[in-house]
């Protein structure tokens, strides 16, 4: 015998009640079975909403009660062959009838009792697995629809009964003996000794389920819900969480007390006791094996089984020199917490006896503290007792596990973690089974704090960055396919994981936990994508609050640049291949970098300068060890390295610029090269690089071009006044001829002074051989003073360019991984 238990969102639309069914099928297969159902996706929440709609007086109560009651008759009809389906709205009718009945009573006394509830509530259940036995007929299978009121016997304690587990047993057992149609079962219910309904609480088919599975010696409890089983961490906020394959009782039931709700706790008790495995799967994953809830677990594989956490609760702190060596004290405050019905999710005390510390949810501070207050007030009035202090948004995050018990250390390396991470403790507590250690913590450092310990704990899936890139140009683009190449290796080929979580341009953005792939990317962004704006995508991205992100910035845009403090500030590292933020104010350059190390950050731009070459790291590594830069010459600008490299003299200067702006090596409007600035920004990025504090009004940028060539409106304009210049530049260029010299557009720094301008370089220099556009950078320190080093190379293109960020983002993931490393 083998139980199978059917949750809400399993039987929430005709398609999936289908594929219940299929499951159904193959289960009965091989083993006698029964089926427990819950009622219909949403139907709990709505009989609640309406009885309370009714309570009020309101008769539009009767709208919504026709909306449920239309509900079921599609669903009906979706599931039962026309010549059947007469009889079973038939009967769905009347069990209605007698829901609207009741209902009509609540809206005429204007009163909801908990036992009134517990009654319509069943309906819930009643219609689900009445429908479903006949909609299993159709297929072929031979079932009866059972009433678990029948069997399942409880207090009175309506809402949340508690079970007689002997007489429910023994009614089960004989109940099951001798049937041999599939027995399909209502979830969730029960009923008193006076036979009047309750309900075993919120999610309680679980329990049901459970009941009769243990009743029965059921070989396997499978419960199917929509997940992939139990996780080690709430996949929504810690991405890399995985299902587990194996569990023992206690750890899911610690899981289950906190946060991710896969199994209701009550329904491991009954499993427990007789031992039998209970199997969580997924209706929507029918590949997922199943996590398995056993007594034992073979594979300790992990320190810690999974990490849980209760997002909002409130700290209660109890303190005053009169509570030192009194006994008593602690006894009376739960008594009086008993007393108002208050819930305590965790409790510490000092052995100092001066504190005591404990939980309950936000919505029961209040009251809490209200009735020790009542319970001490002469204590209080005595000053032996200060007042109650409640603290407010805070959460708890707990490591669970059964090897707790038998390792060392465990306690020590969370506390190591959160700290590391810069979180801050509020109390600690850890139960006496050893099988889990609870942390409060800030609301705010929730996710970091999940994230931060399963990745030091789940090592094997510790050290992916998750990448956020906004820009999707040619570089963004070139970047993505590199990107992509780079993941698709395999695992023994690369040092680092990665994962594309977020992709933005000035349009659209995209957000995808499980990453974002090549194939469709440009697709999915137009298709799914939202509406972009840099609040919304720098918001997603703190929200997911994971501690191994990276911000890719492959845009120009001012705007972008201005969110870098923000995003570091965060914990978020910067690749900028933008220079913008760079060449903004000294102030401002210097800022980002204080804040990415107070941050533990990094921040890189390699490619600000002369695209993927090593500029930048070489300088800043020369920085590092000790040297320093006493003279940089460069040719910085791909297009202005052309245009000179081209002009020889044989051709008019106005004929080379207009030839190069034909071929796409210059800007649309070439005075964006041709005016000198992006060498300004770049030799200023170099000199700050070096430790000069330069503004960009410092460097000096002396320009060839004529006021006139720069004031016309239009290209073509321009080009008109740019003939003008060509004597002028023939006359240079000749006179450098006759002395063995060449002509160049030269960044330089010599002396704490920067400018650009135009040099006549002879071939003792070392840029005198360059040629095509290739960029060009001279360093001279003092470590490499005799001759200077050299960097030549292709310093722009879509492909480089990209390949220098990539460069950026796996320092960044270097970094990561030593900081992990560093924590475990
Ligand atoms: N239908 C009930 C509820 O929504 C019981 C269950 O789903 O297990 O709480
Ligand atoms: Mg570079």
Redesign the pocket.
Known sequence: MKILKFGGTSVSTPDRIKTVIDIVVDAQKSERIGVVFSAFGGVTDQLIQISQIAATGDDAYLRDLESLENKLIEFTKALISAKRQSKVFASVKSTFNELEDTLNGVYLVKELTARTLDFILSFGERLSAYILSEAMKEVGLETEYVDSREFIKTDETFGAARVNIEQSYRKIADFFRDRTAIQVITGFIGSTIKNETTTLGRSGSDYTASLIGAALMATSIDIWTDVDGIMTADPRVVPAAFSLNHITYEEAMEMSHFGTKVIHPSAMQPAFERNIPIRIRNTFNLEFEGTVISRNRANLEYLISGISSIEQISLLRVQGSGMIGVTGISSRLFTSLARANINIVLITQASSEHTICFAVAPEEAARAKEAIEREFALEIQAHQIDRVIVEKDLSIVAAVGENMRHTPGIAGRLFQILGKNDINVVAIAQGSSELNISAVIDKTDEARALNAIHSAFFKKESHAVNLFLVGTGRVGGALMKQMHEYIARPYERKKHDLNIMGIANSRKMLFDQAGIHQANWRERMDGEGESMTMEKYVNTMRKLNLSNCVLVDCTASDEVANWYKAILESGISVVAANKKANSGAYHDYLELKDLASSNEVLYLY????????????TIQDLVHVGDHVQKIEAVVSGTLSYIFNTFSGDRAFSDIVLEAQTKGYTEPDPRNDLDGMDMVRKLLILARESGLPLEMEQVANNNFLPPECLEVETVDQFFAELINLDPEMKAKQEAATRKGKRLMYIASLENNHAEISLKAIDETHPFYLLTGNDNIIALTTRFYDETPMVIQGP?AGPEVTAA?VFTDVLQVATHIKTIKEGES
């Open positions: 390699e490619t600000n300068v002369c695209a993927g070459l090593p500029v930048i790291q310093g220098g």
